[in-house]
T-cell receptor
């Protein structure tokens, strides 16, 4: 499986702040990129997908993709305690998803 | 997205035994996968479950240890054979290729948490 690297964390942010998560990948031909949220004891839940360079916004979440730099990020604006979870970056290669190790985010009330 | 049901949701097993995990989807899907998530770690792909043919295994995983069936487009099983404590993990069924979904999006079942004593 191809390599997907995430900033190790854990990341602690105050409520209302921006949480910034980063991910790099090794397979230059990857075409699809995803962010999953995983609460403790639960299965991963898809929160964002991005396929082309630039920004994609969905509510308080913004994904950014730069294929030339093989870099994808996730911004969580106005962070809430309910955003406390592990965020997994995933990259498609040959129709299979490879996952990063995850970054655990804790939002302090 | 589809409803993906896995069972058992959790089990405690004895060393040397085998356990079969079932995954049922409420609609036909093109692709089904099995992942493992060991404690505190990320997800590792075990294999792609191919409908009507042998599964495609990733490096480090073999059919004798993890036999997989996929008799139709809505159902698959994963067996964990001759279990040891190192097999204690969460096993996740995932699906892709739902009608109307974007490219490559995977959706997961609730997972099956196995503890091997």
């Amino acid at each position: 499986q191809k390599e997907v690297e995430q900033n190790s964390g854990p990341l602690s942010v105050p409520e209302g702040a921006i949480a910034s998560l980063n991910c790099t990948y090794s397979d230059r031909v990857s075409q699809s990129f995803f962010w999953y949220r995983q609460y403790s004891g639960k299965s991963p839940e898809l929160i964002m997908s991005i396929y082309s360079n630039g920004d994609k916004e969905d509510g308080r979440f913004t994904a950014q993709l730069n294929k030339a730099s093989q870099y994808v990020s996730l911004l969580i604006r106005d962070s809430q305690p309910s955003d406390s979870a592990t965020y997994l970056c995933a990259v498609t290669s040959d129709y299979k998803l490879s996952f990063g190790a995850g970054t655990t985010v804790t939002v302090r009330a | 997205s589809a409803v993906i049901s896995q069972k058992p949701s959790r089990d405690i097993c004895q060393r040397g035994t085998s356990l079969t995990i079932q995954c049922q989807v409420d609609s036909q899907v093109t692709m089904m996968f099995w992942y493992r998530q060991q404690p505190g770690q990320s997800l590792t792909l075990i294999a792609t479950a191919n409908q009507g043919s042998e599964a495609t295994y990733e490096s480090g995983f073999v059919i004798d240890k993890f036999p997989i069936s996929r008799p139709n487009l809505t159902f698959s099983t994963l067996t964990v054979s001759n279990m040891s404590p190192e097999d204690s993990s969460i096993y996740l069924c995932s699906v892709a290729g739902l009608a109307g979904e974007g490219t490559g999006e995977l959706f997961f079942g609730e997972g099956s948490r196995l503890t091997v004593l």
